[in-house]
């Protein structure tokens, strides 16, 4: 098959276990015709929970691994000694050329130290950030560093908004996609160092579509496409958001089940309220890419159910239908490292 993506998910490291990889899996094989899967990890166990489903068995090959990558352990040190984990075999398919991308919901910091020594930057990329798709009231807006690197460089945020408006025209569809740094205000002069010696870089690049600085209230109504940020603020950003929708979801539930009135409106409003909380799950986004890699590297929540291995499975076709690694690749093998 010409066409035919081939995306590797790795079965091990995930909080609900080898079950919710293999049944996202088979409900991602019935999305998309020319997806071929490989399942990294311990064959009994992958080949017990196939065995619960009818599915075309050319299109999934199971690869079978004696060793695992905790979360307590030293993310260098594992990636480097334990050659055959499900991870570093899943990410030796993508340097390989064996695969076109790697979904993982492993060790995060695991999966960015494999990133960068096995499967390795694209040329003259300086870092390589993780990038997440946020909802908002409108479309959702990309966030950029989401952890991958907490320290960096002014010309560095200016890759991450080069590579973010890429990712945001390909996949996503937005033309021009607006960008803005992270802040604590509005104004050219406010923020830390490192803001305000990027914003000039920002502002005279031709490259991107720089809209200004956005504080963090103006996030979730859609105020720009592309939100650039070093790895700290971004992580706390990204945890914030999940933790105030998981916080307001509960809340909301206890005031509908309160009282008996309280059960009646919740059932006159319940169809118009689920497709309103439905923009806001994010599992039906993907995962968070690894960018400015040679090859697609997709990081997914610890705790994903199926929905999000489906999803990011949906996510890995477009990026690479779209060959936004190449176009990253493209853009950036002419810059200095």
Not at 199 to 205: C, E, G, H, T
Not at 293 to 305: R, Y
């Amino acid at each position: 098959m010409d066409n035919e993506v081939r995306i590797v998910i790795d079965t091990i490291g995930g909080d609900n276990g080898v079950s919710v990889c293999v049944k996202g899996a088979i409900e991602g094989l019935k999305n998309h015709s020319n997806v071929k899967l490989y399942l990294t990890g311990h064959k009994n166990d992958i080949d017990a929970c196939l065995s619960e489903y009818d599915y075309d068995k050319s299109r999934i090959e199971v690869i079978d691994c004696k060793e695992e990558i905790s979360l307590h352990e030293s993310p260098v040190q594992a990636v480097r000694e334990k050659k055959d984990s499900s991870m570093v075999v899943g990410l030796k398919l993508i340097k390989d050329g064996k695969a076109d991308a790697f979904i993982s919901a492993g060790s995060t910091g695991a999966i960015l130290a494999g990133g960068q020594f096995v499967v390795g930057r694209a040329k003259g990329v300086k870092r390589t950030p993780l990038a997440h798709l946020l909802p908002t009231s409108n479309e959702p807006s990309l966030l950029l560093d989401c952890g991958a690197n907490v320290d960096v460089k002014p010309e560095v945020l200016l890759q991450f908004a080069e590579m973010g408006s890429i990712y945001m025209q390909c996949v996503c569809g937005v033309d021009n996609p607006r960008v803005a740094i992270a802040n604590i205000g509005t104004e050219e002069e406010k923020g830390n160092s490192l803001v305000k010696k990027a914003y000039p870089l920002f502002k005279d690049s031709n490259i991107i579509n720089f809209t200004g600085s956005i504080e963090a209230r103006a996030i979730p109504y859609g105020k720009a496409d592309v939100i650039v940020a070093d790895g700290f603020v971004g992580n706390t950003i990204i945890k914030l958001y999940e933790g105030l929708s998981k916080m307001i979801l509960r809340e909301l539930k206890g005031a509908f089940l309160a009282s008996v009135k309280s059960k009646i409106g919740a059932m006159l409003i319940k169809k118009s309220m689920k497709r309103t909380l439905q923009k806001f799950d994010a599992s039906d986004k993907g995962g968070a890419p690894l960018l400015g890699l040679k090859g697609l590297v997709v990081k997914i929540h610890g705790n994903s159910k199926d929905g999000e291995v489906i999803s990011a499975i949906t996510q890995c076709v477009t990026f690479v239908e779209n060959d936004v690694n190449g176009k990253i690749i493209k853009g950036f093998e002419n810059s200095e490292e």
